[in-house]
């Protein structure tokens, strides 16, 4: 998972690099995603630190999380 949080940036270039496989194979993207958290690994979560977190809405997926404000609609 991709953060915006203080001080932990991509690059220009990791960040065109996703919008450009955005919409192509998932393989792709994987990839792509891959290099980035090998250049700069600072800028995912963790799972402990996916843990701290407060979602809006309840995770789809079985992520570790500390809460979130609402269950899914429908």
Do not use: K, Y
Not at 8 to 30: F, G, K, M, W, Y
Not at 31 to 39: L, S
């Amino acid at each position: 998972m991709v953060t915006n949080a203080p001080g932990i940036c991509l690059t220009p270039e990791q960040r065109e690099a996703l919008r450009h496989v955005a919409n192509c194979h998932s393989l792709a993207l994987d990839a792509v995603i891959a290099t980035i958290q090998r250049a700069n690994p600072h800028a995912f979560h963790t799972p402990a630190s996916l843990a701290m977190r407060v979602f809006v809405d309840q995770p789809l997926q079985d992520l570790p999380c500390r809460g979130f404000l609402r269950f899914p609609q429908g």
